[in-house]
């Protein structure tokens, strides 16, 4: 029984004090003003915090590489996806999935165009990744009439809390 309440122990222990590897999907206005200068602090008061990850488009990349030299901590890694692909994106690049894997992300915070929101709620939750999104949750790509795109809107949050309710997470 003791032997069973050390197992427990260590477990948990492990779960809290497990470090946070963070994605950041959009490097946008919102994202620079809001999330990143409190990645900072977090950074700099804890040790087991780091940004491992930033997602932006390719036609961002020479201002966000601009912003980035003044500040204090770098993401340790980037990936610029061609802004082409990303319009009315229906998945997740592969890059992006297999970094997200490869580096152990188990943190993300969502701050990309809403219309993309869903794909990458829906990666984060199958990967068991624990997201923050800006509002909207999703947006309907093409919205014909304001009843169909609030349709689509309460269908997706449905779609996406059936995947949170069948993951283990």
């Not at 409190?38 to 590489?65: A, G």
């Amino acid at each position: 029984r003791s032997q069973d309440i050390d197992t427990i122990v260590k477990l948990c222990y492990s779960v809290f004090i497990m470090t946070k590897k963070i994605a950041l999907f959009g490097l946008g206005p919102h994202a620079r003003r809001i999330y990143y200068p409190y990645l900072e602090k977090l950074m700099t008061d804890r040790d087991d915090v780091s940004l491992e990850l930033v997602v932006d488009l390719d036609i961002n990349k020479e201002y966000i590489e601009k912003w980035l030299e003044n500040r204090s901590f770098q993401p340790k890694h980037k990936i610029y996806l061609p802004a082409d692909d990303q319009i009315n994106p229906s998945e997740i690049d592969d890059s992006v999935t297999d970094a997200l894997l490869k580096y152990g992300i188990n943190k993300a915070i969502l701050s990309t165009e809403p219309k993309a929101h869903k794909v990458y709620l829906k990666k984060c939750i199958e990967l068991g990744i624990h997201v923050v999104t800006d509002k909207p949750v999703t947006s309907p790509v093409l919205i014909g009439a304001k009843t169909v795109g609030s349709r689509q809107i309460v269908d997706d949050i449905d779609e996406l809390l059936t995947m949170l309710k069948s993951h283990p997470e």
